[in-house]
């Protein structure tokens, strides 16, 4: 079985990933069972391995976290749901790439309950939404926006770090950096697409979706 803990309020970073690390550990171990851990941050922004420091823009609006997950730059703060996941990814099959997929399947199996469709798209990190009623890129093409950044680590083949999504952040804090590297498109969340969704919304469609996706972990032989 995997454990849900949902943490009101709002959740410390350093706390967050100290957390983590011992509930890592302690599954790669066998003394622990899976953990999906909900939590909401204080404004922040974290630089994952990839970050390039031309794209911190305001270093000195909100604090600023280095960490060992993949990825680039990205905001965390109220509105958002970020999704800590510690699943034992060596007993799931020992495949990283497809680990990430499910992540990515997970979020746009929750996002239609909704009936928002989600888009991953090659060459950008994250789940991007179609954008009709905003201009053309000059391109001709579609403009999308992001509604869910994915970064994660792994260690003893344990994952922790995850997901975020946006539900009703303050947009406006995104200005502070570039957004996982990628300048020509925005961000958005389900309230700024008109959906009157809550966080208690999304946390139930992310625990009926998770199994689906997932799978439960195999038996023991």
Known sequence: MVEWITTDGLTGYDEAVALMEARAAA??????????WLVEHPPLYTAGTSAKVEDLREPDRFPVFDTKRGGQYTYHGPGQRVVYVMLDVGKRGRDVRRFVQQLEAWVIAALAEFNVTG?????????????PDKPLLADGRVTEDKIAAIGIRLRKWVSFHGISINVEP??????????????????????DLGLPVTMDDLDVALR????ETFGTLPCEA
């Open 119 to 131: 888009h991953i798209r090659e060459g950008r990190v994250g789940v991007w939404v179609e954008r």
């Open 27 to 36: 599954i790669a171990a066998g003394e622990a069972q899976e953990l999906i």
């Open 208 to 211: 009926r979706s998770f199994d």
């Open 170 to 191: 303050d947009l406006s804090h995104f200005g502070g950096i570039v957004p996982c590297g990628i300048t020509e498109y925005g961000v958005t969340s389900l309230v």
